[in-house]
């Protein structure tokens, strides 16, 4: 491993880190609700299409819809039951999709089926086709299926696998608690992917604000320990583990790669490109579980933070569970709150109740007190500059709002390659809804296009 | 005498300057049908775009060359078909006149809040990122993109919902595109009786956050003399030309979210006021 | 749960502490050692100027609010009149009659800021349209400079005065200026010498520099930019004709350069918001100001080149963007 602490160039933010407030704490396991609640499509790219009916019983595992394409991602009963019903719900970010309720049993029914074996190197040309049942998708938030990008276009070379672990979100710390706790087996599903991809160099890089993370993950590489999770015969693998500077947003595909192999990828581009391939920590133990035990993504590690929970942690929650039991679970809100947050303080999304499920691509819940946000109101651009300086992707984020509040949509196209990280309006001394405006000018500008 | 050397110096200038000028725009006079003119001219000149064409000199241009009987300037109304009629010497199709108006009532006090929105005062915005401050994922957002649309000031938001002034309303349809959650139609001017509610949730959801949206029990479609209420795509609509204002919806309605337009139905006892 | 309104909005969630008033009020830090050494130099002259600036700057900045219909928070509060104020009175000679001030004060407040919408949306550096359009309108006033250090108690017009160094290089000559002062750089850099309020001290504008470069509220390439084209500008007349020009080291220190080029030049409204459009924008300073005192016919030029490149600051900013966000190619680098 290299000691050099490595960083992406330009522009980006130090936002206070405040992951002290949920780290520490035990992995809690929330045990799984009575009812369920599964959206029918947790990922981005075609919908899913359900394949049960109202009534059914349903076993753990079981798939409760099924991949419509091949950007597309099946959805598994993460509890056995039967189904409630089929209707259109809430969940984060929209008022009415399409989801599964289903009354849990308690009985977990087809959960010990999923037993880790030994993985056996021969069945290498299977590993695409599991993760790709399991459901696996991004676990980092995008929620882009894994298995798509494991499959490069044929023309592109890909030569290294970057493994996302930098969780540059302020507040965050499930990714930092997993590779802590299962530092073994999430190298071990970098090396599936890596064997899927049929390469051997792996990079890991780290935000340098998660020493333990780090120790965690170069001990378990250099002693190699994820060896005894295969048997036949396994190639060699170059495991690099790098320590990288905290700054958000360190962990955004195109700066992390930028950060580890000084390549950027512009707008537009995907990072086959430049040669590899970027899958975040949670995703390689997903990816992992799905060929060990062949057990398909019915959990995941989230965080539960902020000054308005009782006790932030982590959890283990299965997909599906209202985000209020895992709330539950960390002790409860406390009557000061002010805002709830999926996601991170940085890109996550407010949500107006904790009635909302949770779902693969949740990797935390913030619930804040006026102590932590603000009610932020905007007012003119003075002009300063700091949001060009600030914005990692090298757009005048104060021009598209200015475009935007001046609807000229036709002038606002270079919105399209922003990537919503949030930096700019970090820094806006005139609180601008910067963000805001690019996504009303992305939104204005599609439309334009049509 | 210097003054006039110089007074007949301009004198000249002038009288040459002005031949010039004759023989120019003779020679390069633009043939126009004067029909153009007078069509323009009767054209009411708002610019509003509801025709389709930017502004109305481009309409005046297309209805004389097309002679298209289905072109319309609705914001011009009967008056100006007839007018345009005359003109053009051609049967114009006098459209109903209609209004602008805004499906929903669940003003701030009577619709449900989760908590208070931060952001562009846009509708399009707020929606878009998922926080509008309603609990009702169909109701009026309230931040009034219909009234920046609107260049007839016929919109205003009053406690939290647009709400159309009719007499300023042109009919031009702005609003109706702007509204992103399409809650505002063009429905025929003059009295009328109207389901205030355009929520596709079922009744216990919406029951959940508003006082007067539509909870789908369908009452009013069975009650009616005329037949001519109907659930169509989860929304109750009236239809106007069946209607004959009796006002036995209006009365049979639980959550009082049919109400009567510029008149005052019979039967009731306290009589509403009228939604304009 | 809570009983307290949720906050609904768009990602992020986190501000860092930075905000419009605290950026004014760095500026004020900043310009706190120009304004004592104006005191010092100029007496209670200059504080009637500098007081009558910022009191008028405040009072028609509060009566433009009304009249637009504005609230006056946080406008009034955020201390970018009270700046204005400060700058214009900075760029005022200190002998200037009392409404003379008022009349800048109305000009940068209104004419120079809040016809074009208020803060954020002017043009022009409003306290350089004032300092202009006095210029322009009362020449005689603009041009009489008291002289720094005497009659520091008194008041009115009524006080010895003296040409500027550049308005004795202009009009008399380099051999004059030489002559005039045998301790001229050293006067130059500690402001006894006479000119605009702001016009004096070097070293203390140099010093509010420092602190708005560490603070970040300027950067500093329009300030080494201006400087530097001026002194290679007329480094280059000087290296040709010696005895005519005047040397570059004297073209810095002398006149509204360092006070333009710290204060007036980095104002964010009015000039670019990149950082490759700033060098350009801090050349064009230099260039037009080195270009007015050699070649034209004013002895000084910096207000004009700044008014002048603001204008091109839209241009500016719409041909000079961040490079986008690609691979330039080549070898792929190991880590």
Redesign the interface.
Same mark, same amino acid.
Request: glycine content about 6%; aromatic content about 2%.
């Given at each position: 491993m290299s000691s050099a602490t490595m960083g992406f160039p330009k522009g980006g933010v130090h936002p206070p880190e405040e992951k002290e407030l949920s780290l520490g704490a035990e992995l809690v396991t929330v045990t799984p609700p009575k009812k369920v609640i599964v959206p029918v499509t947790q990922h981005l790219g075609r919908p899913s299409a359900v394949v049960v009916n109202r009534g059914d019983e349903v076993v753990v595992g079981q798939v409760l819809a099924e991949a419509t394409g091949p950007v597309s991602a099946a959805v598994h009963s993460p509890v056995s039951g039967k189904v409630l019903k089929i209707a259109d719900g809430a969940v984060i970010g929209a008022d009415r999709v399409p989801v599964i309720e289903i009354m849990n049993n308690g009985e977990d029914t087809g959960l010990d089926a999923f037993v880790q074996k030994t993985v056996s190197w021969k069945d290498k040309s299977s590993f695409l086709d599991w993760i790709r049942d399991a459901g696996v998708v991004g676990l980092g938030g995008a929620t882009f299926p894994t298995h798509i990008k494991l499959m490069p276009p044929k023309d592109a070379t890909v030569h290294t696998l970057i493994i996302n672990g930098c969780e540059c979100e302020p507040y965050l710390t499930a990714d930092d608690t997993l590779m802590q706790w299962k530092p073994a087996e999430v190298l071990a599903g970098c090396c599936i992917m890596a064997g899927v991809l049929g390469i051997s160099r792996i990079l890991i890089g780290i935000e340098d604000n998660k020493p333990r993370a780090i120790e965690a993950m170069t001990v378990a590489a250099r002693e190699g320990t994820y060896a005894s999770f295969f048997d036949g015969d396994v190639p060699s693998f170059d495991v690099q583990v790098h320590a990288l500077k905290t700054r958000y947003p360190q962990g955004a595909e195109k700066q992390l790669i930028d950060a580890l192999i000084h390549r950027k990828v512009g707008a537009g581009k995907l990072p086959f490109t430049a040669g590899v391939v970027v899958q975040n920590s949670g995703t390689a133990y997903a990816a992992f579980e799905a060929v060990a035990a062949r057990k398909p993504l019915i959990d995941r590690v989230m965080t539960v933070t902020g000054k308005g929970v009782e006790k932030p942690g982590n959890f283990l929650v299965r997909i599906g569970t209202p985000i209020s039991e895992v709330v539950n679970a960390a002790g409860g809100a406390k009557e000061n709150l002010k805002a709830i947050i999926a996601g991170g303080p940085m890109m996550g999304k407010s949500v107006k109740t904790l009635e909302l499920p949770v779902v693969k691509g949740t990797s935390g819940v913030l619930l804040l007190t006026g102590e932590e946000i603000e009610e932020y109101r905007e007012r003119e651009c003075i002009r300063c500059g700091r949001c060009v300086e600030a914005c990692p992707v090298n757009l005048v984020p104060c021009d598209v709002a200015a475009f935007a509040e001046f609807r000229q949509w036709d002038r606002a196209g270079k919105a399209m390659e922003c990537v919503e990280c949030g930096c700019c309006q970090y820094v806006c001394p005139a609180n601008r809804y910067l963000v805001l405006y690019n996504r009303l000018a992305k939104y204005h500008w599609r439309r334009l296009q049509k | 005498m210097v003054i006039l050397k110089a007074a007949i110096f301009l004198a000249l200038l002038a009288g040459f300057l002005s031949v010039v000028l004759v023989l120019v725009s003779k020679k390069f006079a633009v043939k126009e049908d004067p029909l153009v003119g007078d069509v323009e001219e009767a054209l009411p000149q708002y610019n509003c775009g509801a025709c389709g064409f930017p502004g109305c000199a481009g309409f005046a241009k297309y209805l004389v060359e097309s002679r298209d009987p289905g072109a319309l300037c609705v914001p011009g109304g009967p008056d100006l078909q007839k007018k345009l009629a005359a003109l053009l010497g051609m049967e114009v199709k006098a459209a109903t006149p209609t209004v602008a108006h805004v499906f929903c009532k669940g003003t701030n006090s009577k619709a449900k809040q989760d908590g208070e929105y931060f952001g562009i005062q846009d509708c399009v915005a707020a929606d878009l990122i998922n926080a509008a401050p309603k609990s009702c994922p169909f109701g009026c957002l309230g931040l009034g993109s219909c009234v920046e649309a609107c260049a007839f000031d016929a919109l205003h938001v009053v406690d939290g919902i647009a709400e159309v002034i009719e007499e300023n309303c042109v009919a031009c349809g702005a609003c109706v595109k702007a509204c992103p959650r399409d809650l505002i139609s063009m429905i025929p001017q003059g009295p009328r009786v109207v389901v205030e509610c355009r929520s596709k949730d079922k009744g216990a959801g919406v029951k959940r956050y508003c006082e007067v949206g539509c909870i789908t029990c369908q009452l009013c479609v069975k009650k009616c003399p005329e037949n001519a209420i109907a659930l169509t795509d989860d929304i109750i609509v009236i239809d106007f030309e069946k209607c004959t204002l009796c006002g036995t919806c209006i009365e049979v309605c639980p959550q009082n979210t049919i109400l009567p337009a510029h008149f005052v139905p019979e039967k009731k006892e306290e009589p509403k006021e009228g939604t304009a | 749960?809570?009983s307290?309104?949720? +906050?609904?909005?768009?990602?992020?969630?986190?501000?860092?502490d930075?905000?419009?008033r605290?950026?004014m009020l760095t500026v004020l830090i900043a310009l706190a050692p120009a304004t004592v050494a104006s005191v010092l130099m100029f007496g209670t002259r200059a504080v009637v100027v500098l007081v009558l600036a910022v009191l008028g700057c405040l009072a028609f900045e509060a009566i433009a609010l009304k009249i637009m219909k504005k609230p006056l928070m946080?406008y009034l509060t955020d201390g970018s009149a009270v700046v204005t104020g400060i700058l214009l009175a900075m760029n005022l000679p200190s002998g200037l009659p009392w409404w003379m001030v008022l009349v800048g004060a109305l000009v940068a407040v209104v004419l120079g800021k809040q016809v074009y919408?208020? +803060?954020?949306?002017n043009p022009f550096n409003p306290a350089l349209v004032a300092r202009v359009f006095l210029f322009i309108s009362f020449p005689t006033a603009m041009t009489t400079w008291p002289v720094p250090g005497s009659d520091l108690f008194g008041m009115g017009a009524d006080v010895a005065t003296a040409a500027t160094p550049l308005g004795v290089l202009k009009t008399d000559g380099l051999a004059a200026l030489m002559s005039s002062d045998s301790n001229l750089y050293m006067n130059l850099l500690t402001g006894h010498v006479g000119g605009c309020l702001g016009e004096t001290s070097a070293i203390a504008l140099i010093l509010g520099g420092l602190f708005l470069l560490l603070r970040k509220v300027i950067s500093w390439e329009i300030p080494v930019t201006f400087i530097g084209t001026v002194f290679a500008f007329t480094g280059v007349f000087y290296l040709v004709d010696s005895s005519t020009y005047a040397d570059p080291l004297f073209q810095i220190l002398s006149g509204g350069v360092m006070l333009g080029a710290i204060f007036m030049a980095t104002d964010?409204? =009015? =000039?670019?918001?990149?950082r490759k459009g700033m060098l350009l924008f801090g050349f064009g300073c230099g260039l037009i100001t080195g270009v007015i005192r050699l070649l034209g016919s004013y002895p000084e030029g910096v207000s004009f080149s700044i008014l002048i490149m603001n204008g091109f600051t839209p241009l500016i900013?719409r041909y000079i963007?961040?490079?986008?966000?690609?691979?330039?190619g080549g070898e792929?680098?190991?880590?």
């Open positions: - | - | 749960m809570s307290t309104k949720l +906050i609904l909005q768009s990602s992020p969630h986190l501000r860092d930075d905000s419009v605290r950026i946080p919408g208020g +803060i954020g949306s964010m409204v =009015t =000039t670019p918001v990149t900013d963007t961040p490079a986008p966000f690609e691979d330039k792929l680098q190991a880590p």
